[in-house]
């Protein structure tokens, strides 16, 4: 395959400020692959769009170059960066405002270099995807080398990311993510399953839940069941149902593993 | 253009989960052009993602690869298949759980061979898309022989999908999708246009639609009107309106043909 | 890069109409990159299509082929057209039916040349973009020249576009565009901000915005803000909330730049 270029964005699934992304990143001279993530990333959500990018960056081809753009602070002080994270023999590359949006890929992928871009005195103040980041693109696509592409800076804006805390009574976290089933994934890793196994009960916000299992399909439908989800944490899920329904959770609702008395 | 393969899931559109699916095909040395087909299906529903399926794969040039992660039984004994549909000259082929997500595909295309694949003992018991068939297809589009892929299986796992049936008092049949227009697309074959052309009604649950059309805008908007459809089935549809809505309709709903007095 | 292809309809993102136009337009032998502009476009709503194809067709390459599939008129007498647009430099074809989805292209873009394209009788009546413009596309692809395309025809089909006024009392509009933050476009042009920032106030329906800004993050969280919008209109915005909902404004909603006392 050509190198890969995907977008992450929260201008909406068929947003004319996508297909303009794409028009221009789609003049590059070398052939390149264009992937979208998302473009329903809800707005402004920071945060949110770290998850998804933390989640999913390592899982494309070594110098892939990841544009996101959610960019609630565009045309203020705040940054443009290119970025680099990973190891000399596979890294991801990143162009982006330096508002957070990296904080969960950066705590998984060591950065390597980062560069704080310039902003052309003729970008429009509100949408520096399409006056900044995608001219970059394509001129790193078609071979420009990331050492001209402004002053090094030594490390990337990053926000608190929640981690699961060990205290007397248990290890407690909270809801990280939502899915599109309603399955709730929490913070905490799934090396805590032994704990979650001996305890047998997994706390979500007032509720309890009692059956764990490998899979969705080994409990009944209906059924609210805890288990390692293919992120590898501990999720909350209901068989053929919504967790996040049921259990009337959202986004850092608490969660806990109880300390057996 | 080089060789096409097609992404069909329940994810979400902009779901990580798709995003890792990309990511992971992507690794592929030989060049293929990704085409999303939906994330969009109802979660959990094989039934929608097997009309999806049938009603569009034929349309893909002979060879495309299709990957289709409608998956509610993921990890548990429901196997994943390797399969190919049509005929010597052109045929297509799947990657997907051995659900039901091909009934309706194998009754429009002939089965000319299906392989059950090897899960690893590594791969996630909640995302076999990602760590059985992703890796796979990779290897399929690097050249990888299907021979190769497990142990042979002679029939697919289907289930019952409604046809029409002939009645002395007409023909009955039922609502088999609906798209985003709202139109409702029937289980009753362009063929019986005549007899409702003779008939000069049709049936939707309570309701009965006798402006009978070639094409939508042959009626006043806001119209009820029936007609056949472009998947080559009897539609009843509102002129730039909605049916589902206006005749109370859903996937189920029974429609008929009566037999005149 | 080799050309590229786009795709704009009504069908709703995951329909199994876009996978079908996909999958014909894949059958081109010369490979080509398809892009995605949007399926979401509004039913039947081919003001939305006209505003968002004139919004973001010259941001592509010159020679882009774009289909444009919103046809409520689809079978009846209205046309489909084969167009180009631009100059000789730098141009945009287009397939789609004549029915006004390129109004605001053409106001754009100089008409280079327009064809009406003939309708094969065995075409689907309801379907003309799979049955009359994907095959179509697939040729263009490969190398058809358009003069052979159907009869030269002098100009497209438009409909009104609404434009501002200059009145005694200031200068009257509209919002002709909410994207997906919330934020009011409106058909006041760019030009008009030394007047607004003279005035300091920007009328949206029988609300009055005094905070004039460069940019969405000038001012606080939950601010009404007037600016000059990447579109190159004055648009109305709450900072990172919906002005639609605050304003409760909706395409067509009156705006007015009120000449001063």
């Known amino acids: 395959m050509p190198r890969v270029v995907t977008l992450t964005t929260d201008f909406g699934s068929g947003s004319g400020y996508v297909a ?21 990333v809800p707005p402004h959500d920071i ?18 170059l990841h544009i996101v753009v959610v960019d609630p602070g565009v045309g203020t002080e705040r940054g443009l ?11 991801q590359d990143f162009l982006c405002p330096d508002n957070g949006v990296l904080t969960l890929a950066v705590q998984r992928l060591p950065l390597i270099a980062a560069r ?8 429009a103040a509100t949408f520096h995807g399409r006056d900044v980041l995608a001219p970059l693109a394509v001129r790193l696509v078609d071979g420009l080398t990331p050492e001209s592409l402004g ?16 205290t007397p009574t248990g290890i407690r976290g909270e809801v990280i993510s939502i899915d599109a089933f309603g399955n709730l994934v929490t913070n905490l890793p799934a090396s805590f399953l032994p704990r979650l196994a001996a305890t047998g009960r997994l706390r979500v916000g007032p509720h309890e839940i009692t059956t764990i299992v490998r899979t969705y399909g080994e409990a009944a439908k209906g059924t609210a069941v805890a288990l390692v989800g ?27 593993i109880q300390t057996p008395a």
């Open 230 to 256: 293919s992120q590898g944490f501990i999720e909350a899920a209901v068989v053929e149902g919504r967790a996040d329904e049921r259990l009337s959770a959202r986004i850092g609702t608490p969660v806990a």
């Open 81 to 91: 960066v290119w970025a680099r994270l990973g190891t000399a023999e596979s890294h």
């Open 151 to 166: 002053s090094p800076i030594e490390e990337l804006a990053t926000f608190h990311w929640p981690s699961h805390q060990e």
């Open 20 to 40: 303009e992304l794409k028009g221009l990143l789609l003049h590059a001279k070398t052939p390149f692959a264009l992937a979208d993530i998302s473009h329903d």
């Open 47 to 64: 945060r949110a769009a770290a998850w998804l990018v933390g989640q999913s960056c390592s899982a494309f081809p070594s110098g892939t």
């Open 116 to 123: 704080r871009l310039a902003i052309p005195a003729d970008a």
